[in-house]
């Protein structure tokens, strides 16, 4: 993802505590109240410019959406769509997604997304990637006994890495698609990278991995 210096980004974040949650640590344990409801929470992290977890709440109202991005000059742009969209069933946290144990009490996130997550490719970053052990143990104390993990990427590599890690954590993998666009899927809500790279003829991967008690 290419950074913008966006100097404005701050504070527009700032003028719009509607969509975007400015204290996320004192809601944890009290998203249901944040929203107003006791629907599902479903999070994506790394939710870049927005356009996947935008889609995703306007095709099912029934669930509550947190984006989840690490740089305010990229969740700018995702708070535009949302601010156009006006869904109540969206929240956007401009946090760092290492740190969601101190957002969320165990048990209140339902689902994780990760989209086309950087790859960090050498080994020796190995930790970084967001399907590495710890960032796995991170979601399960998220939530409750079967929470998913649902992974999309263009990423070979990745995507292969992400498999094992996943099996070796002891998930269940409950679907793996090695062309996505070509699966016969449905519903599938595309990101921007998702259309940038597909519209390049590069495949696309999709797996689902489940947490067993
Ligand atoms: N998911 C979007 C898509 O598919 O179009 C964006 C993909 S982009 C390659 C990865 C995004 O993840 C970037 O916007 C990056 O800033 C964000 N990111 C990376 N590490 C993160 C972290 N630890 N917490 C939150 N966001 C992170």
């Not at 719009?16 to 944040?34: A, D, F, S």
């Not at 990760?114 to 080994?123: E, I, Y």
């Amino acid at each position: 993802m290419r950074l913008r210096n966006k100097p404005w980004a701050r504070e527009k974040l700032d003028a719009h505590p509607q969509y975007v949650v400015l204290n996320p640590e004192q809601e944890k344990g009290q998203w249901n109240k944040t929203f107003n409801n006791d629907q599902p929470i479903h999070i994506e992290v790394g939710t870049g410019k927005g356009q996947f977890v935008t889609g995703m709440a306007r095709q099912n109202p029934h669930i509550n959406y947190i984006g989840v991005e690490l740089y305010e000059s990229v969740i700018v742009t995702a708070l535009d769509r949302l601010i156009e969209a006006d869904l109540p069933n969206l929240k956007l946290l401009n946090v760092d997604g290492a740190e969601l144990m101190n957002y969320f009490e165990k048990g209140e996130v339902d689902r994780v997304y990760l989209n086309f997550s950087d790859p960090w490719p050498k080994t020796r970053h190995a930790k970084r990637r967001l399907t590495y052990k710890s960032f796995l143990s991170l979601y399960e104390s998220l939530m409750p006994d079967g929470g998913e993990v649902h992974f999309k990427t263009d990423n070979q590599g990745l995507f292969e890495y992400s498999l094992k890690s996943f099996s070796e954590y002891g998930m269940l993998l409950t679907f793996v698609s090695l062309d996505l666009h070509n699966s016969g899927f449905e519903g599938n809500v595309m990101t921007e990278y998702e259309e940038k790279f597909s519209a390049k003829g590069q495949r696309i991967y999709r797996s689902e991995a489940k947490f067993q008690p």
